[in-house]
């Protein structure tokens, strides 16, 4: 077939601009940034009760719509036939669930033909026969539900829905649009300025579609809804102290009949109570509880009807979450992150024994368990492959993959490899790095190295897929990342580590990783090395811009460089207390002594500065404030500020922000680390016309 060419409007890279693509192996190449418009990303799996079929839910980029766009598709377990799709791109699909005989799947959708165009679509329950057809919608409920699961007997639906005031006021022209609030808790980097509404629990009729909100209140959300076996109640989560807006914590596991009524608090301690889960013979609720913000989560078991929790798990020092029963209620399933990989583990309930399930150099999450038939499926991915589903016995055995959603596309990619090293950090401490080479890696060959710190730091880096650590090696860059102490996977300790040592400890964990790689790997070219990090990272960026010299270049993604000015205006005020032994007020000068703003004087690395307009976790003064302070000393600086986006710009923001995010980052470091006077800026390119078939 004769390739089409079409002109597009989204500026693309091109050797001239950011640098020639590393020539690949096999006719192959690697990895780009616009790559990204072909990806597929599997999610959501769920088994079907008699572990034979598995739903999920694909999306993929509408390039022209700038949009990512679901579609829910089945696939059998024994792998007799290839994964088949049930409900199409039209319906913008999500969270398929199986109705406790398999014969049906509901999801939810905002599919709605005959809304004006432009109008606001809530998402509603639908199901649709797992043999295919029609999709039926069961529900109309004024503001749209989410999180919705079949009660045991599949009459029934529980789901979340948000209500408020203004669902009654005068909606007319006439109508206030101020922003009114008497709580500091007003805004979520997430979702944004709060309205009046708030999150509670709803029960649809399978049948007729009628909805009953059976919980109520302006002063808090409900959340987390769980059935007990015998379908006649329904677990959440809630902080009912009212102080959830004033920045409380203490959410307790709570229960009410599925029709309404007295409400049972299960949970009482001040402690932040979460993920409720019923025993299969409805005595018990499992649910992880945090003392505070900084303290380790634990598994506890209670009595449906409150009483004192048991801490169930001996030792465990890691982050649980994703809670699940097996079938004989001996043992508890948990999802966690350990040393940069995610796996399943469990936890014998009779001698608190913790034991890993799934093991390998890869991510495994999204657990899903037909129980009756000892079977699971999962999504797994690796640095060399993005998600697929995945199925194994409930001891991980007999493991098959069952999709390969971006197998079309990785036959034409030659994908770079992680390597593993670990070296002392401060205090001696192990400290896990990872290296990758430069794709068509030459011995004898020099070459430039981009190090990498992540977010947080409360996070890990690992043997994850990261689409831009790919896109850096294509363009023949060594990337070099760890998970300095600040970060999740290695024990509370580790993570506590950081407490009070912001820009000190953790800098050098991170420079002894750096001088570490670079004298086992004499290849990489110490004289061309940059840096980039968001979030944590980008503080950190903008810390290393001031205390050393090392880099050539750095980019700073959404990072802090004033402390004083972040905590008095982020979401979740004052939220770097715990980090520094007290708030702003009492902690001033720990606060500005660590703020990369105070040594703006000493940057002598030219930066590039990469923030959002909406982003409410480290706001955009932070971006502005640095940048200016730059300009002011006369250093080398320049900032794209983001329109529409938030602090989760590249993880999930508009398609092409995210890639013209990666191409920012390759521009800045072939004009500083490859010395190309000629790179042109993303957003100074010119449209260039592209074949595709």
Not at 90 to 102: C, F, K, M, N, V
Not at 607 to 622: F, G, K, M, T, W
Request: proline share 5%.
């Amino acid at each position: 077939m004769m390739n089409r060419t079409r002109l597009l409007l989204v500026p693309l890279l091109c050797a001239a601009a950011l640098g020639a693509q590393t020539p690949a192996s096999g006719g192959k190449r690697g990895v780009t940034a616009e790559d990204y418009f072909a990806f597929k990303f599997a999610a959501d799996p769920r088994i079907s009760p008699d572990g034979k079929q598995v739903v999920y839910v694909v999306s993929r980029v509408d390039r022209e719509r700038n949009r990512r766009v679901p579609s829910i598709w089945v696939v059998a377990t024994d792998g007799s036939s290839a994964p088949r799709q049930m409900i199409d791109e039209s319906y913008s699909a999500g969270g398929p669930r199986w109705s406790p005989d398999g014969a049906t799947i509901a999801f939810t959708s905002s599919f709605n033909p005959s809304a004006p165009a432009g109008a606001p679509r809530a998402a509603q329950l639908w199901t649709v026969s797992a043999a295919g057809g029609t999709p039926k919608r069961i529900s109309s409920v004024a503001n749209g539900v989410s999180n919705c699961s079949w009660s045991p007997d599949g009459a029934r639906f529980v789901c979340l829905t948000r209500t408020g005031p203004s669902d009654s006021l005068n909606t007319g022209p006439d109508k206030s649009d101020v922003r009114h609030y008497a709580q500091s808790n007003y805004k979520f980097n997430d979702t944004g300025w709060f309205d009046d509404k708030r999150t509670h629990v709803c029960v649809i009729d399978g049948s007729t579609g009628t909805a009953h909100q059976i919980t109520e209140g302006d002063s808090w959300n409900d959340t987390d809804p769980s059935w007990s076996p015998d379908g006649t109640r329904i677990a959440f989560v809630s902080d009912r102290t009212g102080h959830e807006f004033d920045h409380g914590h203490n959410t307790d596991i709570w229960t009410i009949p599925y029709g309404g009524g007295r409400l049972t608090q299960v949970t009482t301690s001040p402690a932040h109570d979460a993920g409720p889960v019923w025993s299969p013979d409805g005595r018990s609720i499992a649910y992880v509880s945090a003392a505070n913000e900084d303290a380790a989560p634990q598994v506890y078991v209670i009595a449906t009807e409150g009483g004192t929790p048991r801490k169930v798990a001996k030792n465990l020092d890691l982050l649980p979450g994703g809670l699940q029963w097996s079938d004989d209620a001996k043992e508890i399933y948990f999802e966690t992150g350990v040393r940069g990989e995610n796996h399943l583990f469990d936890v014998d309930l009779a001698s608190g024994a913790v034991r890993q399930v799934t093991h390998g150099a890869r991510a495994v999450r999204s657990v899903s368990f037909a129980k009756s038939a000892h079977v699971m499926a999962y999504l797994a991915n690796d640095f060399q492959n993005l998600d697929d589903i995945y199925v194994a016995g409930t001891d991980a055995s007999a493991e098959k993959k069952l999709t390969d959603v971006n197998g079309v596309l990785w036959k034409t990619l030659d994908l770079a490899s992680v390597q593993r090293m670990t070296y002392k950090g401060a205090d001696g401490w192990d400290v896990d790095g990872f290296l990758v080479k430069p794709v068509g890696w030459v011995a004898g060959k020099k070459y430039p190295m981009v190090l990498s710190v992540h977010g947080g730091p409360a996070g890990q880096y690992g043997v994850d897929w990261y689409h831009e650590f790919q896109v850096d090696a294509g363009k023949g860059y060594a990337v070099f990342f760890t998970n300095p102490r600040g970060s999740t996977g290695y024990g509370s300790k580790f993570q506590q580590g950081i407490v009070k040592e912001w820009g000190g400890k953790d800098y050098i964990d991170i420079m002894n990783g750096v001088k570490f790689v670079t004298a086992a790997n004499p290849w990489i070219d110490t004289t061309r090395i940059g840096m980039t990090g968001g979030s944590y990272g980008g503080y950190m960026a903008n810390w290393m811009a001031g205390h050393t010299n090392y880099f050539k270049a750095i980019v700073t993604l959404r990072g802090i460089s004033n402390f004083l000015t972040d905590d008095a205006t982020r979401d979740g005020a004052y939220g770097h207390s715990g980090d520094f032994g007290g708030d702003i007020f009492t902690q001033r000068d720990l606060f500005w002594d660590r703020s990369p703003l105070k040594y703006v004087k000493d940057v002598n690395t030219p930066i590039l500065i990469l923030h959002s307009d909406n982003d409410y976790r480290v706001p955009l003064e932070q971006g502005e404030q640095w940048f200016r302070a730059l300009k002011h000393f006369n250093k080398t600086a320049e900032i794209v500020m983001f329109p529409r986006e938030n602090h989760n710009l590249t993880r999930t923001g508009e398609p092409k922000h995210l890639v013209e995010s990666m191409n920012w980052q390759l521009y800045w470091f072939d004009k500083y680390l490859n010395g190309n006077a000629k790179a042109i800026a993303p957003d100074r390119m010119t449209p260039v016309a592209r074949a595709t078939p």
